[in-house]
């Protein structure tokens, strides 16, 4: 069973941090673009990061540029969100996802994904 668990989440105050990690079971993520999405209550979701299949390429949403870091590690089969200087804005429940297209992994350039089946996620609450 293809499978990503995401987990990290927390009650942080502003400013502070936290790292969230994606790990996948059944597939191997080598050969896929990664990303990092999250769900604010009442909004749709949204891609913050992306990370390309060898880890040399990403980017982020504008919210979140110079404050989150995505990184993966494919010998753990594991993907990373660093996230610093953390802001209410950020509260919301984070997935990871694979693009399960098979010629995409490369390059994080695109908007089209096709993605396989979500996790529960992790909750990051931003909160004094």
């Known amino acids: 069973q293809l499978q990503l668990v995401e987990s990290g989440g927390g009650l942080v105050q502003p400013g502070g941090s936290l790292r969230l990690s994606c790990v996948a079971s059944?597939?191997?993520?080598?050969?896929?673009?990664i990303g990092w999405f999250r769900q604010a209550p009442g909004k749709e979701r949204e891609r913050v990061s992306c990370?390309?299949?060898?880890?040399?390429?990403?980017n982020y949403a504008d919210s979140v540029k110079g404050r989150f870091t995505i990184s993966r590690d494919n010998a753990k089969n594991t993907v990373y969100l660093q996230m610093n200087s953390l802001k209410p804005e950020d509260i919301g429940v984070y997935y990871c996802?694979?693009?399960?297209?098979?010629?995409?992994?490369?390059?994080?350039?695109?908007?089209?994904?096709?993605?396989?089946?979500w996790g529960q996620g992790t909750q990051v609450t931003v909160s004094s």
């Open positions: 996802a694979a693009d399960m297209h098979p010629s995409r992994g490369s390059s994080c350039s695109g908007s089209n994904w096709l993605f396989g089946s």
């Open positions: 059944g597939f191997t993520l080598d050969y896929y673009r």
């Open positions: 990370i390309n299949s060898s880890g040399s390429s990403t």
